[in-house]
């Protein structure tokens, strides 16, 4: 389960290589999560506020209320930690009675009382566990954490119990093998194949001690993952440099400076300046500060996240995951984890994948070695007496960024206030298809610093509601991610979402607005184009509505998205300097262009080592006693990784991998901007604003959610499977030329 996905980029470094958050609540996991089964298990440790009203009565519980706010929004002015743990037994209670009443019928299946049942199953636990997730991710506390500990395990455990019930599957599979000759459209045909192949991949096949092994094992990886993730943002979170003496901050902004100060003060250590493991601290930090022994330190304590070997350390858990993993992928007749993971994505097979990767694994590693080189001409130059270390990028990177382009991050940003960036991705929404976004005041919210916007059609009709959160703060996971408090849905009368979401942006302070780095205005157009695929959703079931998608096709609508941010057109209607209210100047907008391959050799290393670790780690058939540490210097060491960079993340804070939903699935930021690369090609040939391009990427792929094979949404919205020389081009890597003179590769089945 994945709770928010990590989106580590360099600072004023473009890269468009994102991570899970962990922190993007991965937003097929829901559907999934309101379908178990399980009775809910009140843990003694859960705290002793949650355990004390454990029998809070049903009646006085918002959760379990008829919510009554603007278009039955989530209450969160009356939710308290101690209504979750009841509200979720409750529900569970009501879903197995939905669930036992499909059970035990006498009527023959039927797609009506077995598939729509299981849609409509646990009504009142759709609602409520993304509640308590979103919750858990963007504002939680040490109460929610605690309670996050039983409470996620026992939904995850809820998801295993349904799709091992012999009862349902039996229903499921006798409607699946008469598939062809049930009157079914279509939607409803790819319905039933996915609950089918949800029940196979579930355990369901099984019997004796071979199902037995495999809920066992899979009630485990819930709890190894919630324990993973617990350490990896202990360890992200309790980190501070604590620095007193002014001359060490040389070179910093001043805005990064007083925002330290700002963070030294909240922390109890007033005239002191503080930086933490958080992104909008750590990058500037790296890239500006001096003093080279700290950035060193603050280095090491990112990358050491989870290997410390205290109480917080991941390696342990690593093992037993990629253990268990590999034993239920082959109980299941796959001879692997990623095997059985990539069956139901777009990719299909471990060879596709690693074919792609390191078709771009050598370019990128040969531009990453060259640009090693001019980083240490500039040290040479400036008189450093160092060899470049994997600290020390970032830092150098700006200066020659500096002589090249002249770009000087704090300046620019001055002309990227948060509001007035998330006006210019709302008006490519409406330029793109009309949609228009109302502030809305009536809306409860969980934090003062999240706002809400009403979403309508060009033709003036609701389509959902977006709540934007984009401050950085304490109880708030590091990253971006976009997560659903409702999906779409119209199996049961119309159901309009509502998404989420979150970044962790740097906060106003006094006077002046969160300034964005340009790498910050492209994430918020990303997040926004997960958004966008979760509010255009039509579909009729609620499985396979928004993002309900193969993981490495989701990533498709937001990556795409994130190409309007860096237009010309796009850039001159809403960056205005926060102060004088100059419109983004031409020479500005020249220097950005020319820095846009800018440093994409690392940016590529970094984020392909990751993604080949995280397969390499999949891929094995016997996993043993692995030692991650072990593992991982001789992966990097078979790959030829340079000691200048390191994997975007090492093994035990890869929160994605082990905390997340991304085991074996880490490639599909690629592979999708493979897909973007190629489908914005169809704009810019037809027009950025073209309307009917807009139309049909909005019908063929951004309302279909899952209810179509993606590969075959693409071709209906491209005309023909993407390739792979945009992305070389876009990313100034040189494509692979066969002899016919056309660049090699697809992101089909025979991917090369």
């Known amino acids: 389960m994945a709770l928010g996905l990590d989106e580590v980029r360099p600072q004023g470094l473009k890269s468009d290589f994102r991570g899970p958050a962990m922190q993007r609540i991965v937003l097929s996991t829901f559907f999934a999560l309101m379908l178990g089964t399980a009775p809910f298990r009140a843990h003694a440790d859960a705290t002793a506020s949650t355990a004390s009203h454990l029998d809070l009565p049903i009646s006085g519980n918002p959760l379990l209320h008829a919510w009554t706010a603007p278009f039955n929004a989530p209450p969160f002015e009356q939710i308290d930690v101690m209504h979750f743990a009841p509200a979720v037994e409750e529900a569970i209670r009501r879903q197995q009675e939905d669930l036992q009443r499909i059970r035990s019928q006498s009527a023959k299946p039927s797609f009506s009382n077995t598939i729509e049942a299981l849609e409509l199953a646990g009504r009142d636990l759709r609602r409520i566990a993304p509640v308590f997730m979103n919750l858990y991710s963007a504002n939680s506390t040490p109460e929610l954490q605690k309670l996050g500990a039983t409470l996620l395990p026992t939904l995850m455990s809820n998801q295993a119990t349904l799709f091992v019930d012999s009862a349902l599957f039996s229903r499921v599979k006798s409607l699946y093998l008469q598939r062809d000759i049930l009157g079914l459209n279509d939607e409803q045909k790819r319905v039933l194949e996915r609950y089918y192949t949800q029940f196979v991949r579930g355990g369901a096949g099984l019997e004796g001690a071979e199902r037995a092994r495999f809920k066992t094992n899979v009630d485990r990886l819930a709890q190894l993952a919630v324990q993973f993730n617990q350490n990896l943002l202990g360890e992200t979170n309790h980190y ?155 830092y150098y990177s700006e200066k020659l960024r500096q002589q090249r382009y002249a770009i000087d991050e704090s300046a620019l940003k001055a002309y990227f206030p948060m509001p007035a960036v998330r006006a210019g991705a709302f008006d490519v929404a409406h330029r793109l298809w009309g949609l228009s976004f109302t502030p809305r005041n009536d809306v409860p919210v969980y934090h003062p610093d999240v706002e809400v916007f009403e979403v309508h059609n060009a033709d003036g009709s609701h389509l959902g509601l977006l709540y934007t959160d984009y401050y950085v703060r304490d109880g708030k996971r590091p990253g971006a991610w976009a997560s659903p408090y409702r999906l779409q849905s119209a199996l049961d009368g119309i159901t309009t979402p509502i998404i989420v979401n ?143 960079i390191a994997p975007r993340y090492t093994s035990t804070n890869f929160g994605h991998v082990f905390g997340g939903g991304y085991a074996s699935g880490y490639y599909a930021y690629i592979w999708a901007e493979v897909l973007d690369a190629d489908g914005f090609q169809a704009f810019r040939q037809a027009g950025l604003f073209d309307s009917d391009t807009a139309t049909r990427l909005r019908n063929e792929v951004f309302s279909r959610g899952g209810s179509v094979d993606p590969m075959a949404a693409y071709r209906r919205f491209r005309g023909s499977e993407p390739k792979v020389d945009a992305l070389l081009e876009k990313r100034g890597l040189q494509p692979i030329i066969d002899d016919s003179g056309e660049a090699k590769g697809t992101v089909g089945n025979e991917t090369s």
């Open 502 to 644: 979150v970044c962790n942006f740097a906060r106003p302070t006094g006077d002046t607005p969160s300034l964005l780095s340009f790498d910050d205005v492209s994430t918020l157009f990303y997040e926004f184009g997960h958004a966008l695929h979760g509010l255009m959703s039509n579909v009729t079931y609620p499985s396979v509505g928004g993002t309900q998608v193969p993981r490495d096709f989701v990533e498709f609508p937001s990556q795409v998205m994130e190409n309007w941010a860096a237009q010309r057109e796009v850039l001159q209607r809403f960056a205005r300097h926060y102060q004088s209210g100059e419109v983004i100047s031409g020479e500005w907008l020249d220097k950005l262009d020319a820095a846009a391959r800018f440093n994409q050799g690392f940016a590529a290393t970094e984020y392909l080592s990751a993604a080949l670790l995280d397969m390499r780690y999949h891929m094995l058939s016997e996993p043993g006693e692995i030692d991650p540490q072990a593992f991982e210097k001789k992966t990097m060491r078979e790959l030829g990784l340079i000691d200048q």
């Open 240 to 394: 501070v440099l604590f620095i007193a003496d002014r001359e060490e901050l040389q070179g910093l902004p001043d805005d990064v400076i007083a925002t330290a100060a700002e963070t030294a003060k909240m922390r109890g250590k007033e005239g002191q300046w503080a930086f933490t493991l958080q992104t909008p601290s750590r990058l500037p930090f790296l890239t500006y500060a001096r003093n080279r022994g700290l950035r060193e330190t603050l280095f090491k304590a990112y990358v050491a996240r989870g290997n410390n070997g205290n109480t917080a350390d991941n390696n342990t858990i690593i093992r037993e995951t990629v253990r268990l993993r590999t034993e239920n992928a082959q109980l299941l007749g796959h001879p692997t984890f990623a095997h059985f993971t990539l069956t139901e994505n777009m990719a299909k097979t471990p060879d596709n994948v690693e074919r792609l990767l390191m078709q771009l694994w050598t370019p990128a590693l040969d531009n990453a070695k060259r640009e090693r080189d001019a980083l240490q001409q500039v040290a040479d130059a400036a008189g450093d007496n160092l060899q470049i270390a994997a600290w020390d990028w970032w």
